[in-house]
């Protein structure tokens, strides 16, 4: 199996470049005031109001928009828009201090005003944004002259300025347009081909300073060969993780082309089903998902699967971020042990276990290496491996034991525990969802985390939280970190990756990109 694969890798390849040498591609992608950039799906929305889908987030907070606060190397939140972000010693009263001088595309300038409409057209209902669930503790908000916004919240928050870090965009809202919006970022929209591309053209006025390139081009690019093939070819000239890894081998030895690599915070992982536990599933819920980890051997199957586009990940933190538990490891493969538990849990050879993709690349091959396994020690392990817009109709179900889903990361490990463990996420009657954990000691450590600033104390909870939800509850199964990469031309300058896939390209708080002669 593993060389045919290899063989109809190769074959597509020699296909895709025989295709792509026929056909009259520049040499240069654009001219030298122009960056052109790869991308493997066009925009979603254009507007700040739901602009959370990875690909949409990357090609506006690149160019358009900036947000309050951006990110540095690590995670960390930087000052952007907002200067600085002050709590009041109860942590229930926020005042962001927000920057001066600082003008949209049209000219006018940022106040705080346009904080206040942003935060005014999110909780609209009529909107429907997907950011208002973000709000959910902010009990009010105002302006308190040009500079500065003071919320006010439910209870303690020593985190409450993270929610407005790196995809919290500012768009003018007095000249609100879905598609051709107006920010205060780098660069202004120009225009868009649906399909084939999106181009924006250089502020001048921008806060940072005149950006050095004069126009930006992002250019769909579907198949991840041809998209490496026009990097080297020079018809782009940059690809943000839009490589397959049998390509990324191929663009590491090219000596056109630089790869820059980082350890990501969007987790793969296997979801196992705690609502179907709740709901009698199981004999001993607890057992079948103590037996199943034993039969998932990561350090085995992500390497050979997944390669260079992911790390192997044994927890729910990427191991950079402040919080992260270096103690927990990974339960051993040990099938024997596994059908022992599996059996104490109601489940016996010959019993189905039902695997439910969402899919992605390498999710559907990293379930089949687990339904091998399965399979090979007696079990009816079946598999389904559902395209997106498919894969939720089944998930409501909840008759699925394990399904395999991304999670993108958040800039802090609290963050991360309030948007994707907290029992309030759990699946209701009303509202169906693919996260079904529940626990009130999660919620209550979550809670303490949110209300301390003691650094020791708040790395202390998170372990606390990880040991609970990954080895006292055994919620999920840890597959990998997705790697986040950038392939660009030599003679692009500048470029620094952050660990926050999303974050943008050209210039940010961490790097300023530009073009060599």
């Given at each position: 199996?593993?060389?045919?694969?290899?063989?109809?890798?190769?074959?597509?390849?020699?296909?895709?470049?025989?295709?792509?040498?026929?056909?009259?591609?520049?040499?240069?992608?654009?001219?030298?005031d122009?960056?052109?950039?790869?991308?493997?799906?066009?925009?979603?929305?254009?507007?700040?109001l739901?602009?959370?889908?990875?690909?949409?987030?990357?090609?506006?907070?690149?160019t358009?928009?900036?947000?309050?606060?951006?990110?540095?190397?690590?995670?960390?939140?930087?000052?952007?828009?907002?200067?600085?972000?002050?709590?009041?010693?109860?942590?229930?009263?926020?005042?962001?201090?927000?920057?001066?001088?600082?003008?949209?595309?049209?000219?006018?300038?940022?106040?705080?005003k346009?904080?206040?409409?942003?935060?005014?057209?999110?909780?609209?209902?009529?909107?429907?944004?997907?950011l208002a669930?973000d709000?959910?503790?902010?009990?009010?908000?105002?302006?308190?002259?040009?500079?500065?916004?003071?919320?006010?919240?439910?209870?303690?928050?020593?985190?409450?300025?993270?929610?407005?870090?790196?995809?919290?965009?500012?768009?003018?809202?007095?000249?609100?347009?879905?598609?051709?919006?107006?920010?205060?970022?780098?660069?202004a929209?120009?225009?868009r081909?649906?399909?084939?591309?999106?181009?924006?053209?250089r502020?001048?006025?921008?806060?940072?300073?005149?950006?050095?390139?004069?126009n930006?081009?992002?250019?769909v690019?579907?198949?991840?060969?041809?998209a490496?093939?026009?990097?080297?070819?020079?018809?782009?000239?940059?690809?943000?993780?839009?490589?397959?890894?049998?390509?990324?081998k191929?663009l590491e030895?090219?000596?056109n082309?630089?790869?820059?690599?980082?350890?990501?915070?969007?987790?793969?992982?296997?979801?196992l089903?705690?609502?179907?536990?709740?709901?009698g599933?199981?004999?001993?819920?607890l057992?079948?998902?103590?037996?199943l980890?034993?039969?998932?051997?990561?350090?085995?199957?992500?390497p050979?699967?997944?390669?260079?586009a992911?790390?192997?990940?044994?927890?729910?933190?990427?191991?950079?971020?402040f919080?992260?538990?270096?103690?927990?490891?990974?339960?051993?493969?040990?099938?024997?042990?596994?059908?022992?538990?599996?059996?104490?849990?109601?489940?016996?050879?010959?019993?189905?276990?039902?695997?439910?993709?969402?899919?992605?690349?390498y999710?559907?091959?990293?379930?089949?290496?687990?339904?091998?396994?399965?399979?090979?020690?007696?079990?009816?392990?079946?598999?389904?491996?559902?395209a997106?817009?498919?894969?939720p109709?089944?998930?409501?179900?909840?008759d699925?034991?394990?399904?395999?889903?991304?999670?993108?990361?958040?800039?802090t490990?609290?963050?991360?525990?309030?948007?994707?463990?907290?029992s309030?996420l759990?699946?209701?009657?009303?509202?169906?969802?693919?996260?079904t954990?529940?626990?009130?000691?999660?919620?209550?450590?979550?809670?303490?985390?949110?209300?301390?600033?003691?650094?020791?104390e708040?790395?202390?909870?998170?372990?606390?939280?990880?040991?609970n939800i990954?080895?006292?509850?055994?919620?999920?199964?840890p597959?990998?970190?997705?790697n986040?990469?950038?392939?660009?031309?030599?003679?692009?300058?500048?470029?620094?990756?952050?660990?926050?896939?999303?974050?943008?390209?050209?210039?940010?708080?961490?790097?300023?990109i530009?073009?060599?002669?």
């Amino acid at each position: 199996m593993k060389f045919l694969k290899s063989c109809l890798n190769i074959a597509s390849v020699a296909l895709v470049s025989s295709l792509l040498l026929a056909t009259p591609y520049p040499v240069k992608a654009a001219a030298s005031d122009t960056i052109t950039i790869g991308i493997s799906a066009d925009l979603r929305t254009a507007d700040f109001l739901n602009n959370r889908e990875f690909i949409s987030r990357t090609i506006m907070g690149s160019t358009v928009y900036d947000a309050l606060f951006a990110t540095d190397e690590k995670g960390n939140s930087i000052p952007a828009l907002a200067m600085k972000a002050t709590p009041s010693e109860d942590l229930k009263t926020w005042t962001f201090t927000l920057r001066e001088n600082v003008l949209f595309q049209n000219g006018k300038p940022f106040t705080a005003k346009d904080v206040v409409a942003c935060l005014d057209a999110i909780l609209d209902p009529k909107n429907a944004s997907e950011l208002a669930s973000d709000l959910g503790s902010v009990v009010s908000y105002k302006a308190d002259g040009d500079h500065s916004v003071i919320f006010t919240l439910k209870s303690p928050d020593a985190e409450f300025y993270t929610l407005f870090t790196d995809t919290f965009f500012i768009q003018d809202m007095d000249h609100f347009d879905k598609e051709s919006p107006i920010g205060t970022g780098p660069y202004a929209w120009d225009s868009r081909v649906i399909g084939d591309r999106i181009t924006f053209k250089r502020f001048d006025q921008y806060w940072r300073g005149k950006p050095p390139i004069a126009n930006v081009v992002f250019r769909v690019i579907a198949d991840q060969q041809i998209a490496a093939l026009e990097l080297q070819s020079g018809s782009v000239d940059m690809l943000h993780n839009n490589v397959s890894m049998y390509a990324l081998k191929d663009l590491e030895s090219d000596p056109n082309i630089n790869v820059f690599r980082v350890p990501g915070n969007t987790l793969i992982q296997g979801y196992l089903n705690m609502e179907k536990d709740r709901n009698g599933g199981y004999k001993d819920g607890l057992a079948f998902r103590q037996g199943l980890a034993h039969f998932w051997n990561a350090e085995k199957y992500v390497p050979a699967i997944v390669g260079g586009a992911g790390e192997v990940a044994n927890q729910i933190l990427p191991p950079w971020q402040f919080g992260a538990d270096p103690s927990i490891k990974f339960s051993a493969y040990d099938p024997e042990k596994g059908a022992e538990l599996l059996a104490k849990g109601g489940i016996n050879k010959g019993d189905p276990i039902k695997l439910l993709v969402y899919e992605r690349p390498y999710l559907c091959d990293l379930a089949t290496a687990l339904q091998s396994d399965l399979k090979a020690h007696g079990y009816d392990a079946q598999l389904q491996c559902l395209a997106p817009e498919a894969a939720p109709a089944e998930v409501a179900k909840y008759d699925w034991d394990v399904l395999y889903f991304n999670t993108s990361g958040r800039s802090t490990a609290m963050a991360m525990y309030r948007d994707r463990w907290l029992s309030r996420l759990a699946p209701t009657p009303e509202q169906k969802d693919v996260r079904t954990y529940k626990s009130q000691v999660v919620d209550d450590l979550v809670a303490k985390m949110g209300q301390t600033i003691d650094r020791a104390e708040y790395e202390k909870l998170s372990h606390e939280v990880s040991q609970n939800i990954l080895v006292k509850d055994v919620a999920v199964l840890p597959l990998y970190w997705e790697n986040v990469y950038v392939a660009a031309r030599k003679n692009v300058n500048g470029i620094k990756v952050s660990p926050l896939a999303w974050y943008g390209l050209i210039m940010n708080g961490m790097s300023t990109i530009s073009f060599s002669e």
